[in-house]
Every structure is written in structure tokens, then in C-alpha cells.
């Protein structure tokens, strides 16, 4: 089924480039690694295609060398914060203290984001001479003014992500079915919580906080002024990272995919600190992971979560950046090749946030 799902994902980006007569793609994510796997999961299966494919990243992804970007062309670009940790401190730090998430660091990190890539002409002007045919832009609120560049050079582009967004998708809206992703809400809502999700909606639609209302006449004064809806809705396709399966559901066009299941796929060999830990649990593996963004939970939670795993009549490999009390029986680690390690024969129980990498 994975399989299927990539290969449709990359049916649809194929026959995009190759309408225009041309076969060059510049994929653009977000600047975080759970976003920019699943772009060069795609990516590399359109190199397989024989497509040549660029990859965007900043420097502190690329410098962790944990991703496999083999036959694709990374495209490094330098950025004066490390935005994983802002979101960290941000989203995974406030819900620890039993704070409500704080959006204004997500819109203040967007609109940083793109100004530096925005007014960066070496990156432009790197970007402008692979002549490309496609761009692929992540599907995020703030990503939404990268879609200057494309207008710029008069480049066609899809978006493939994880967010459904009925606005900029054009999806004929139901606000009181729909529920927003700021709230935990789904289908089955109460008459409040569709109020609720109705204002938010509305408001949404009016009020875009992750853009400036001049964008375009900002970081290209040279083209005709568009407003950013109107340039996203130019978009040629957007394929989105969900399965309708599993999902409630909700209404759709023609040109929006859902491809959900295309982060995993066969296991390949594990490094040989993995392997040797792995091979020897023959009584089974616990791999407990809350994503890129919680390496360093609180102490109270770790040593939960610690006492509970030394319990176990498994062995287990936590991601986290704490040192285990027991290493033959837990092994901690800040990375783990997830999709080999939950591949692995002894592999029995899996713990994770549910995020869509999950």
C-alpha cells in the first residue's frame, strides 16, 4: 500500500514537469526534518524516474547527515537560527509546563523564514540557473510566500504536505464539519465546539497572520501585484500526507491528492550500534520515539517512562538525549533509524506522540 501511495504521489509530480516539456524539480520544505523527509522520500523516487531534483535545506539539517538524500542534489542554505529548537522550546516546552501552545512564535518563525530566503539573491539567482521546470513547496501557512520565487521565474508548482487546508485549496468550505487544526476536535463536535470552529474558520479566511499583505509587491516590486491566496491558488496540484482511511471525512477536489503513507517503506540494514542491540533481544523490542521536537522531556516524565521500560520483559531503544540507567536492557539514543528499527523481526511495541511520521 505504501508503495502504491508513493508511486502515485509521484505519477502526479511526473506528468506535471513533463506537460511543459521538461523533467528539473526543486523541492522546497519546511525548515524542520520531520517535514523534509517525506519531500526526499518523494524525491528520490522521482530520481528514479530520471528526473533531476534539487532539495532545499538549511544548514543545521544538512550538518546532521540523517537523512538519505542519495542521487539528489542538495541545495544548503545558511540561516542565523536554528528554527527546530525555537519550535521545540515553543510548542513541546509549553505543553510540559501545562501551557497552551504558542502560535505567535509559529508565525513570528514563518515570517523570519521567508524573509531570509526572500532576500537572499545568491539563493535566487542559485535557484534561477537549474532552470527548472517544477518547484514542490511544502504545504504549511507560513511556506505560502516561497511561492514568490516560482511566480517570479514563471515556474509552474505543486505543494505536498500534511495539512489540509479547504481555503487555500479551494475546497468548498464546511466550517461547522471542518474542524480546525488548532483544536483537538474531530466530526463529532458539540454545538459550541461548531461555533467555535466556524469563527476560527472565517477568520482564517480573512485574516492571513503568516503573510504581509504586500509580499509580492515586497520581495518582487519587478511583477504585477498578486495577493499571496491568489498566487497559492495557482498552484498545479497539492498532495497531501493524510490517509482518507484513517481520516474523518471531508470534502475534496479534483486536484487535491491524499497520499498518506509514503514516510515508511522495506527496512534497510541498521547501523551496527542498532544491529548487535536489536539481534540480541530475541525476547522483543520496545522503540519508544516523541519525534525530532522532545529529546529532553522532564525529569518526573523521564524517569516514568524509565521506570516503566526497566519493568518490561523487553529491551528497549528510547530516543532521547538522557543517558540510560541500563544500557543492555534501554538504550537512548537522540536518533534512530525509525522505519529499520519498527522493520526489524524482534520489534514488538511501538510508542510514539502520533505525530504523521508515526
Known sequence: ?????????????????????????????????????????????????????????????????????????????QTL????????????????????????????????????????????????????????????????????????????????????????????????????VIFSYNHHMSFFQRVLTTVIHVFASVVDIFSYKDAVSRYAPEMPFLTIDMLVARAEIWLVETDHILDYPRPSMPNVKLIGGTVTGPGKPLPPQFKSFMDDSKEGVVIVSFGSYVLSPPEPITQKIISVLQDLPFKSVFRSKISSPNSKKILTTSWIPQNDLLAHPNTRVFVSHCDIHK
Not at 527546530?84 to 509549553?94: P, R, S, Y
Not at 509546563?97 to 523570519?112: F, H, N, R
Not at 539567482?125 to 507560513?142: A, G, W
Request: hydrophobic share 45%; charged share 15%; aromatic share 14%.
Open 81 to 180: 537560527i536554528n528554527f527546530e529548537e525555537i519550535m521545540t522550546a515553543a510548542f513541546a516546552g509549553n505543553y510540559f509546563k501545562g501551557l497552551s501552545d504558542d502560535w505567535s512564535v509559529l508565525m513570528s518563525i514563518g515570517l523570519q523564514f521567508c524573509d531570509t530566503l526572500l532576500m537572499n539573491v545568491s539563493f535566487f539567482q542559485n535557484v534561477k540557473e537549474l532552470r527548472p521546470d517544477l518547484f514542490v513547496f511544502d504545504i504549511s501557512s507560513f511556506m505560502n510566500m516561497m511561492t514568490i520565487i516560482s511566480y517570479r521565474l514563471g515556474v509552474p508548482f505543486a505543494f505536498l504536505g500534511t495539512l489540509y487546508d479547504p481555503y487555500y485549496q479551494r475546497i468548498p468550505l464546511q466550517p461547522c464539519n471542518i474542524p480546525s
Open 1 to 77: 500500500m505504501r508503495q502504491l501511495l508513493l508511486w502515485t504521489a509521484v505519477s502526479c509530480l511526473v506528468l506535471l514537469p513533463l506537460c511543459v516539456g521538461g523533467k528539473r524539480v526543486v523541492f522546497m520544505p519546511s525548515p524542520f526534518t520531520s517535514h523534509t523527509i517525506y519531500h526526499t522520500n518523494v524525491a528520490r523516487t522521482l530520481t528514479r524516474q530520471g528526473h533531476e531534483v534539487w532539495l532545499t535545506m538549511p544548514d543545521y539539517i544538512v550538518n546532521r547527515r540523517v537523512l538519505d538524500t542519495t542521487n539528489l542534489t542538495v541545495i544548503e542554505y
